[in-house]
C-alpha cells in the first residue's frame, strides 16, 4: 500500500508525525481533542467537510490534494514555482490559473508556459 492508497486519516496521522507534532499538540492547533485527533487518524471519524480537511492541511503546512490523494499532473513537480506571482504552491487550483499567471521566471522542464 503506498501513499496514494492510504485513508485521509492515515495521510493524516504520517504528515503530522513528519511534522513531528504529537497529537496533543496537532490537536491544540486545530482547536479539536486529542481523542478527535486519534479518531480520524484510525478511520473511526471521518472528515466529511473540506473546510476541515484544509484547516488540517494548513497546520500540517501540506496541499490539501496530498491529504486526500489526489494526483496532481506529472508536470507539476518539474516546475519551480517559486519565479511564478500569483501561483503559491502547485495545487489543484493552481494548475487550472496557471495559464492566468504571469510569468517572472521559467526555471522547469516541460511544458512551456503560455
Known amino acids: 500500500m503506498d501513499g496514494d492508497d492510504l485513508p485521509v486519516g492515515r495521510r493524516v ?3 503530522r508525525v513528519r511534522r ?3 497529537q496533543q499538540v496537532f490537536a491544540d492547533r486545530l482547536g479539536k481533542s486529542k481523542s478527535w485527533v486519534d479518531k480520524v487518524e484510525r478511520g473511526v471519524r471521518t472528515l466529511p467537510r473540506y473546510s476541515v480537511i484544509q484547516e ?3 497546520v500540517l503546512r501540506v496541499d490539501p490534494a496530498l491529504l486526500l490523494g489526489t494526483r496532481l499532473p506529472s508536470w507539476v513537480d518539474s516546475l519551480s514555482w517559486t ?3 500569483g501561483c503559491g504552491p502547485p495545487s ?3 494548475t487550472i ?3 492566468w499567471c504571469r510569468r517572472r ?3 522547469g522542464t516541460s511544458p512551456t508556459p503560455g
Do not use: F, L, Q, V
Open 13 to 15: 496521522a504520517r504528515w
Open 20 to 22: 513531528r507534532m504529537s
Open 56 to 58: 488540517i492541511a494548513e
Open 83 to 85: 519565479g511564478w506571482t
Open 92 to 94: 489543484p487550483a493552481t
Open 97 to 99: 490559473r496557471r495559464p
Open 105 to 107: 521566471r521559467w526555471s
